[in-house]
Structure formats: C-alpha cells, structure tokens
C-alpha cells in the first residue's frame, strides 16, 4: 500500500528562523507533490505544488522535488508564528491519480 | 464563492446510532472527496466522485459506511451503528476535475461517539 511519509514528526523554530521539512512517496511511480498547511481548528489548504524537478519558490517559502529520490521538501525563511501549522505533503496513488494520498503531517511551532 | 460547504459542523451520536453528514462543493466542481482525520492515522483518503459517480470508494469500512452524491450540488456519508472509533473530523474535498489538482476543502463536520 502506497504510503506518503513526513519528518520530522514536530518542528520548533526561532521567529526568523528556517524551517525544512522532509517528505517521501513509496511508490517510484509518483512525481509530482503538493504541500498542504492546516492552521489548528482550520481545513487544510493547498500551499504550493510541485510538479518538475528542482526548486520552486514563492515568497518566503521553497520547494525542492528529486524525482530519482521521490523526495520533496519545503523551506520556509525567515519563519513567523503565524506560520506555525499542520503541514501536510500529498501525492496521487500511483495506481489512480484522482486519489490523493497524505502524510501524518510535520507540526511547525514558531516560537517568538 | 462560499467554498466547500458542510453540515453540521459538529455531530454527537450514541454508539450504535445513525449519522448522515452533508457537503456541498465548490460550483462547478466535478470531483468530490471524503476524507477521515484523526491524530493517530491523520488525514485518510475515504472515497470519491467524479461527475456524480462513485469512482473509488477503497478507504471505505464497507459494512457500516455509505456515501451518495444524488446530484451536483450535494454529496452525503453515512455511517450505521456508530461505534466509538469512527469519532472524528470529516473532511469533504472539491477539485475542478480530479486529475492532479487542488482540492479545496470544508471546514469538516466533528463526529464524537459516545
């Protein structure tokens, strides 16, 4: 069964600080990701997509893709505590692309 | 654009009874998930529509989950004979098409189970 894994599990960073978080498919047939960020008592909403190898970045935020690893992650500068989070990575299931499979999720806490 | 709608937002069963929770996408929308989350498995996949059909339905408990969608406007989950386990929040999803793209989602409806 295909899973989505994240880590770490929980994150603290200093207000200004960076934060990296790390996904991984288990299916070699999955290339492409999106990162998801669930403030607490919220929905998740879609935070950026990554779909070609390599780097894209918005605003303070960065995601990396290596296709050959199956591993994306996301950066985050100059992190403020509003960014603290549930940050969740999603890919689709290798054998239907409609179904959108998500990780356990990476706890950001940003402390001021 | 109100988004995702779903209804209630907070639903309190006794163990064995009956819960129906509803979602409303996005206008337009062709594509409706269901999704299950709880801190211990996080968000798990359920099942979903595309055009009205039910497409996969793989993450279901099949003896006491059910989900319809009888029209373009709404989509609905039902769950028989709640059990304790099945607390959790319910999460509906709506993508334009399906295929590798966002989904927006409902607030979510808080299924407790006493």
């Known amino acids: 069964q295909q899973k989505v894994q994240q880590s770490p599990e929980s994150l603290i960073v200093p207000e200004g600080g960076m934060a990296s978080l790390n996904c991984t498919s288990s299916d070699r047939n999955v290339d492409y990701f999106w990162w998801y960020r669930q403030h607490s008592g919220k929905s998740p909403k879609m935070l950026m997509?990554?779909?070609?190898?390599g780097e894209k970045e918005e605003g303070r935020f960065t995601v990396h893709l290596n296709k050959a690893s199956l591993h994306t992650s996301l950066h985050i500068r100059d992190s403020q505590p509003s960014d603290s989070a549930l940050y969740l990575c999603a890919a689709p299931n290798d054998t239907n692309a409609y179904k959108v499979i998500f990780g356990k999720g990476t706890h950001l806490h940003v402390l001021p | 654009n109100a988004g995702v709608i779903q209804t209630p937002r907070h639903k309190v069963t006794g163990k064995g009874q009956e819960a129906t929770l509803w979602c409303e996408p996005i206008s337009g929308h062709s594509a409706v998930f269901w999704y299950r989350q709880t801190i211990v498995q996080g968000l798990e996949f359920l099942t979903y529509?595309?055009?009205?059909?039910?497409?996969?339905d793989s993450g279901m408990p099949k003896e006491r989950f059910s989900a319809q969608m009888p029209n373009q406007s709404h989509s609905t989950l039902k769950i028989q004979s709640t059990q304790p386990q099945d607390s959790a929040v319910y999460l509906c999803?709506?993508?334009?098409?399906?295929?590798?793209?966002?989904?927006?989602f409902g607030s979510g409806t808080r299924l407790t189970v006493l």
């Open positions: 999803a709506s993508s334009l098409t399906g295929r590798a793209e966002t989904l927006y």
């Open positions: 529509f595309r055009n009205q059909a039910p497409i996969d």
């Open positions: 997509s990554i779909f070609s190898n």
